[in-house]
Nanobody, 122 residues
């Protein structure tokens, strides 16, 4: 599976951005999908995931209520709608895929896309 993330850019604090992750090479309809992020000098951290079973979304506490993950299996894609952005949301965002349902750990993910950078101005 090849994953291509896009949609990053510059947003003001309080603004919104929508990230997209397009998969190719194989359907991701039976993969658990997720977004991770990594700010300079920090570890890559889990942001949001969505199961292929019942499309159940789950989030880190830092983004719960502000971000929404969704998937469209017909388009073989996953999205991350980011609202009420904060300066601390600035990072490179990565999409990832795994067969493990409800996975949150970086090491549980086997497929990774290149990152897309999000910058938030205060």
């Amino acid at each position: 599976v090849q994953l291509q993330a896009s949609g990053g850019g510059l947003a003001q604090a309080g603004g919104s951005l929508r990230l997209s992750c397009a998969a190719s090479g194989r359907t991701v309809s039976t993969y658990n999908m997720a977004w991770f992020r990594q700010a300079p000098g920090t570890e890559r951290e889990f942001v949001a995931g969505i199961s292929w079973v019942a499309y159940s979304p789950y989030y880190s506490d830092s983004v719960k209520g502000r971000f929404t993950i969704s998937r469209d299996n017909a388009k073989n894609s996953v999205y991350l709608q980011m609202n009420s952005l904060k300066p601390e949301d600035a990072a490179v965002y990565y999409c990832a895929a795994t067969r493990k349902i409800l996975a949150r750990l970086q090491g549980q993910y086997t497929e990774w896309g290149q990152g897309t950078e999000v910058t938030v101005s205060s």
